[in-house]
């Protein structure tokens, strides 16, 4: 299974605010500014922490999901990886 790991440690800037669930990330390499739900940035902390796997991340996620763990929860969480690799935070470790 496909590892997930932060693209460059070190270069992101979080903002959020109490109660809201829109956090802003600036990125201090690129110059870009992004918008993440409290899912993308509960991935983008763990792979910032350590290298994880897609189930791995599904798993710790999982609190944030209604109805405790499952495929469909996976799926969810790769797609929110793909996004965030689409815009340079996270890249993938294949095999």
Same mark, same amino acid.
């Given at each position: 299974?496909?590892?997930?790991?932060?693209?460059?440690?070190?270069?992101?800037?979080?903002?959020?605010?109490?109660?809201?669930?829109?956090?802003?990330?600036?990125?201090?390499?690129?110059?870009?500014?992004?918008?993440?739900?409290?899912?993308?940035?509960?991935?983008?902390?763990?792979?910032?922490?350590?290298?994880?796997?897609?189930?791995?991340?599904?798993?710790?996620?999982?609190?944030?999901?209604?109805?405790?763990?499952?495929?469909? !929860?996976?799926?969810?969480? !790769?797609?929110?990886?793909?996004?965030? !690799?689409?815009?340079?935070?996270?890249?993938?470790?294949?095999?």
């Amino acid at each position: 299974m496909d590892g997930w790991r932060a693209a460059h440690s070190g270069r992101l800037c979080i903002r959020s605010w109490a109660g809201e669930d829109i956090h802003i990330v600036f990125d201090a390499i690129s110059g870009d500014t992004h918008l993440l739900d409290d899912l993308s940035l509960h991935l983008l902390e763990r792979v910032n922490a350590h290298a994880a796997t897609t189930q791995e991340l599904a798993q710790q996620a999982s609190s944030l999901f209604e109805g405790g763990f499952s495929a469909e !929860q996976v799926e969810f969480v !790769q797609a929110s990886l793909l996004q965030l !690799q689409s815009v340079g935070l996270v890249t993938r470790n294949t095999p």
